[in-house]
């Protein structure tokens, strides 16, 4: 069974240009996350969904961050536009249901540069 | 407020000896404490996940222990190998919230032969 999807890998991008990141959760995971990691931080949660409602946007830049989860499955995130300090990278995670006692799966990430 | 601490910041050990990392948390109330490994490029794998009842948990050459009273936890690695060097970071959820998995720095291991 494929794990958590992301892509792009790899993304560099000049400031105030948008930029987007796809998630593929697996299969029958209600529960989905986007995080961002700094380097030599643990990741940050910067939205959570359950199927397509965001139930925990709290740390989400709306400035310049949105994010949609379509039908309850792939999730899109967005900035626009992109500043120097959005380099990071960018982990999208699933999980069966919203309860903490349910494991989470993490994706491989999106490294973003902003140039 | 909801923190996990950990420490070291980050080790350097030689091949083939252990070591032991620590996790302290003031999460509550607590649901379970999971160890991830990362390795550099990707996201984090789960080792282990324990709940309240548990002290003891192994998988491989990885075994994780919870002290719930004192909250806290610890991985320790045996037999270390070159493909131990990644960061392991410790993630405490909490039974409540809609943000409940709280997450640690992480410890930077480097095994050098």
């Known amino acids: 069974e494929a794990g958590v999807v992301q892509s792009p890998r790899y993304k560099i991008i000049e400031k105030k240009q948008p930029v987007a990141f796809w998630c593929n959760p697996i299969s029958g995971h209600n529960t989905l996350y986007w995080y961002r990691q700094n380097l030599g931080q643990g990741p940050e949660l910067l939205i959570r969904y359950e199927n397509e409602e965001a139930v925990d946007d709290s740390q989400l830049p709306k400035d310049r961050f949105s994010a949609e989860r379509l039908k309850g499955v792939d999730s899109t995130l967005k900035i626009q536009p992109a500043e120097l300090g959005d380099s990071a990278v960018y982990l999208c995670?699933?999980?069966?249901?919203?309860?903490?006692?349910?494991?989470?799966?993490f994706g491989q990430g999106t490294r973003l540069t902003v140039v | 407020k909801n923190q996990v601490e950990q420490s070291p910041q980050s080790l350097i050990i030689l091949e083939g000896k252990n070591c032991t990392l620590q996790?302290?948390?003031?999460?509550?109330?607590?649901?379970?404490l999971r160890w991830y490994k990362q390795d550099t490029g990707r996201g984090p794998v789960s080792l282990t996940i324990?709940?309240?009842?548990?002290n003891t948990k192994s998988n491989g050459r990885y075994t994780a222990t919870l002290d719930a009273d004192t909250k806290q936890s610890s991985l320790h690695i045996t037999a270390s190998q070159l493909s131990d060097s990644a960061s392991y970071i410790c993630?405490?959820?909490?039974?409540?919230?809609?943000?409940?998995?709280?997450f640690g720095t992480g410890t930077r291991l480097t095994v050098i032969p």
């Open positions: 993630v405490v959820s909490a039974q409540t919230g809609a943000n409940n998995l709280f």
């Open positions: 996790c302290n948390y003031t999460v509550s109330p607590f649901s379970n």
């Open positions: 324990m709940t309240f009842s548990e």
């Open positions: 995670a699933s999980s069966l249901s919203p309860q903490g006692w349910t494991e989470a799966f």
